[in-house]
């Protein structure tokens, strides 16, 4: 849903990717600085009780620089002839450790009903392991489902602001992400079955 929004501020942020390169920044290296944001948020989101308010504050900030990082690498990578198959690949393993990690910070901190959390996790997981396999037999998959890797992000990140008030709402934010990445890995199983049946 988000990935043509995705591509034109991609094309906005060429100024940016500029400046990260002259900084020594390759697309490896801002994979590596998005997964560390990522595990900062897991870990802001893990200790979240002690101090509510100021932590679901730089859960959300690690995790939205985290994303940042996301689109960052692709740019540069573009930008600067630098891409490459094994930082394609590079960038999704961190991208599902990053994503891992978000989910059990959020249960472990108690944040949420942990049958949700798994079915989250499970279904964000799945997402990306269709897309994956898809792909890997030659079936085109990019935008196909609503709960893309950004979508997840931008639903995760409107609820936790929403919990720094209303802390049942992460709860409902993470029941919201299970059903739609359940939905979505449902949806790219069936776009599948379709294309190979043709």
Same mark, same amino acid.
């Given at each position: ?36 944001? &990522?595990?900062?948020?897991? *870990? ?17 900030? #690690?995790?939205?620089? &985290? ?10 990578? /573009?930008?600067?002839?630098?891409? &490459? ?10 991208? /599902? ?26 279904? &964000? ?20 489902? #609503? ?31 299970? *059903? ?7 949806? /790219? ?10």
């Amino acid at each position: 849903m988000l990935t043509k929004l995705k591509k034109r501020v991609q094309e906005m942020l060429g100024a940016e990717a500029v400046i990260a390169q002259k900084l020594g920044f390759t697309p490896n290296k801002i994979s590596i600085v998005g997964f560390i944001l &990522s595990l900062a948020s897991a *870990v802001a989101y893990t200790i979240a009780p002690v101090q509510l308010t100021l932590l679901l504050f730089f859960a959300v900030l #690690f995790m939205l620089a &985290s994303g940042f990082c996301d689109v960052m690498d692709g740019i540069v990578a /573009r930008t600067f002839n630098q891409a &490459s198959a094994f930082g394609a690949f590079f960038d999704s393993v961190l991208d /599902r450790y990053a994503d891992v990690a978000i989910y059990a910070g959020i249960i472990i901190g108690g944040l949420c009903e942990p049958i949700w959390g798994l079915a989250a996790l499970s279904g &964000s997981v799945l997402v990306s392991y269709t897309r994956a396999r898809a792909e890997g037999i030659g079936v085109k998959m990019e935008s196909v489902g #609503f709960a893309e890797r950004a979508e997840r992000m931008l639903i995760l990140g409107v609820f936790t602001v929403i919990a720094i008030f209303y802390l049942p709402a992460l709860n409902i934010g993470m029941i919201v992400l299970a *059903v739609f990445t359940n939905v979505t890995a449902i949806q /790219r199983v069936y776009h599948v079955f379709k294309v190979l049946k043709k």
